[in-house]
């Protein structure tokens, strides 16, 4: 069974960073887009950023500069750095692997913004 696993959630003040990791566990990792989305109480699940095989990045408008997406295929990791933290970014984030019409989503990390 595939799985991932996100670790580095918590709390952290405005203006603060914070840098998530995806670990995944029987993948052919290097051909998967990678991505991380996240859900706030209330609304849809909204893409962040994702990576392509080919290292090709993707951000949403309110993340640019500010977050950055990376991979690591040797360590089969994805990770998210997040600089200059607002209140808004507060919720649940998910790791997600893609490939063609196959997804496979981690249980998602709490991240908390907050003074």
């Known amino acids: 069974q595939v799985q991932l696993v996100e670790s580095g959630g918590g709390l952290v003040q405005p203006g603060g960073s914070l840098k998530l990791s995806c670990a995944a566990f029987r993948l052919t990792f290097g051909i998967w887009t990678m991505g991380w989305y996240r859900q706030a109480p209330g609304k849809q699940r909204e893409l962040v950023a994702a990576i392509t095989r080919t290292y090709s990045t993707n951000y949403a408008d309110s993340v640019k500069g500010r977050f950055t997406i990376s991979r690591d295929n040797a360590k089969n990791t994805v990770y998210l750095q997040m600089n200059s933290l607002k209140a808004e970014d507060t919720a649940v984030y998910y790791c997600?692997?893609?490939?063609?019409?196959?997804?496979?989503w981690g249980q998602g990390t709490q991240v908390t913004v907050s003074a």
């Open positions: 997600n692997a893609n490939l063609d019409q196959h997804n496979y």
